[in-house]
């Protein structure tokens, strides 16, 4: 996996030239758009490491630095990892634990906001104890509270809280998707090898594609983990014999053949919820 500088010089250059493809003709993408981005770019690739140890070190790195870009990879971080909502019946319906805060609006007023927490052991009230305990992920929790009436949702309120405003977060999860939705149909139409980055080589490990060589030439086939490095090249699992070195200096324009993954090959951790129940154990 992917495990360099995110924010090197070659990724940056290479997703302003893809970002040209993705956004409207004569929209010059910034520079904080470029690295919003590759860090969706990243946490695509990555996923299966986004656990909630590593959750919890964004939210802690975001409470110290409280930066715009730290404060987008936590929410990258919380798309990929299993939260907990408390809930309990009262009169005949469903309602969970509020936290209340002052001044969110700058009016001070105080305002209800739902608690969401990583692990169970990050929940300090011990009085939280009779309620149910649902995992979910963040789609559906930030559902559930706005159905519930909340505007706000805070994660770990007792550690390193993160205040989270729902429509700014349903926000940005959407430009997650969209930034991840756009680079799927340019793999799918095909990239140039001109246009190719360490971190996008990456995004084709274990999918099919079809790759047209400098000379006109085409091979088919499962592309791998390269050897060496993804900024010299790939293996592609064809039909033949041996597996097929392709060097990007060699490559004309790669293109995604079908939506087929290999996913026994990434990795051999169990689903989400497992790790989430094995979590709570450490």
């Not at 060097?247 to 079908?258: G, N």
């Amino acid at each position: 996996m992917y495990t360099g500088s995110l924010f090197t010089e070659e990724n940056l250059e290479g997703m302003k030239k893809l970002l040209k493809r993705i956004c409207e003709e004569g929209v010059k993408p910034q520079t904080d758009e470029v690295r919003y981005c590759l860090n969706a770019m990243y946490d695509t690739i990555n996923s299966e490491l986004i656990d909630q140890k590593e959750t919890e070190a964004r939210l802690a790195k975001l409470a110290e630095s409280n930066s715009d870009l730290d404060y987008f990879c936590a929410i990258s971080g919380l798309r990929y990892t299993p939260l907990i909502f408390l809930s309990r019946m009262s009169d005949g319906q469903q309602s969970g634990p509020s936290i209340i805060y002052e001044g969110i609006e700058g009016d001070g007023v105080e305002t209800e906001t739902m608690p969401v927490y990583t692990r169970r052991k990050m929940v300090a009230n011990s009085s939280l104890s009779s309620f149910h305990w649902h995992h979910t992920d963040l789609d559906t929790m930030l559902a559930v509270a706005r159905e519930s009436g909340f505007k706000y949702i805070v994660v770990n309120p007792d550690s390193d809280p993160l205040l989270l405003d729902i429509a700014k977060t349903d926000t940005i999860v959407s430009f997650y998707k969209d930034i991840d939705e756009s680079i799927s149909i340019c793999m799918t139409e095909g990239i140039s090898a001109e246009d190719l980055f360490p971190a996008l080589v990456e995004k084709f490990y274990f999918l099919n594609a079809e790759c047209t060589f400098k000379d006109g030439s085409k091979k088919s086939g499962l592309v791998l983990v390269p050897e060496d490095s993804a900024e010299t090249g790939f293996e592609l699992e064809t039909d033949e014999d041996e597996d097929v070195l392709v060097r990007l200096e060699d490559l004309a324009l790669i293109r995604a053949a079908d939506d087929e993954t290999y996913e026994e090959y990434r990795s051999a951790d169990g689903p989400a919820e497992e790790i989430a129940e094995d979590a709570e154990e450490e």
